[in-house]
T-cell receptor, first 117, second 109 residues
Framework: KAGVTQTPRYLIKTRGQQVTLSCSPISGHRSVSWYQQTPGQGLQFLFEYFSETQRNKGNFPGRFSGRQFSNSRSEMNVSTLELGDSALYLC????????????????FGEGSRLTVL | AQRVTQPEKLLSVFKGAPVELKCNYSYSGSPELFWYVQYSRQRLQLLLRHISRESIKGFTADLNKGETSFHLKKPFAQEEDSAMYYCALGGSTLGRLYFGRGTQLTVWP
């Protein structure tokens, strides 16, 4: 079974630009969660989507948004980039929705490393 | 409020020595605890979960509800255990997994 795939793997943007990251979950998984990983803060939860519906959202500004398509692929968008947005963005898929109380195993992608200059 | 605390950011031991990575949580409901591991240049992956009560790669973790802890232990550390370890908390009312900030374990030869 193919794992979680994230694209692009690396990208460099400048302040004020916007970025879109993509995540393809494991086949059959309907839950996709996004995390921001930084050395200082660890893993910070952004949001979770399940069957095209946002189930839960972390404490991030509205510049961070996401969506999920009918094939369970998900995208997250960050608008008006700031230097502090530089991080590794991880996507994780699961057969259960943690937003609905399920706590199934999360399968992570390799991440998209965003650098904001 | 729910929280996961991993008090050690860095932990170093020598090969063959016992190792314990600490994890404490706060949650008023019935917790589900996990340990995730990230080896160098690999993706984050599940190591073990408390409900399975199994040993993975020689690691065990026991949920102690009285002390609200879920410490990860291994009696004899190996060099290949060097990695970043994250403790995670789930629960039926949480709506998401809460991760600790992680402990970087280094096992010296």
């Amino acid at each position: 079974k193919a794992g979680v795939t994230q694209t692009p793997r690396y990208l460099i943007k400048t302040r004020g630009q916007q970025v879109t990251l993509s995540c393809s979950p494991i086949s059959g998984h309907r839950s996709v969660s996004w995390y921001q990983q930084t050395p200082g803060q660890g893993l910070q939860f952004l949001f979770e989507y399940f069957s095209e519906t946002q189930r839960n959202k972390g404490n991030f500004p509205g510049r961070f948004s996401g969506r999920q398509f009918s094939n369970s692929r998900s995208e997250m968008n960050v608008s008006t980039l700031e230097l502090g947005d530089s991080a590794l963005y991880l996507c994780a898929s699961s057969s259960l929705s943690t937003g609905a109380g399920g706590a199934g195993e999360l399968f992570f992608g390799e991440g998209s490393r965003l650098t904001v200059l | 409020a729910q929280r996961v605390t991993q008090p050690e950011k860095l932990l170093s031991v020598f090969k063959g020595a016992p190792v314990e990575l600490k994890c404490n949580y706060s949650y008023s409901g019935s917790p589900e605890l996990f340990w995730y591991v990230q080896y160098s240049r690999q993706r984050l992956q599940l190591l073990l979960r408390h409900i399975s009560r199994e040993s993975i790669k020689g690691f065990t973790a026991d949920l102690n509800k009285g002390e609200t802890s879920f410490h990860l232990k291994k009696p004899f550390a190996q060099e290949e255990d060097s990695a970043m370890y994250y403790c995670a908390l789930g629960g039926s009312t949480l709506g998401r997994l809460y991760f600790g900030r992680g402990t970087q374990l280094t096992v010296w030869p």
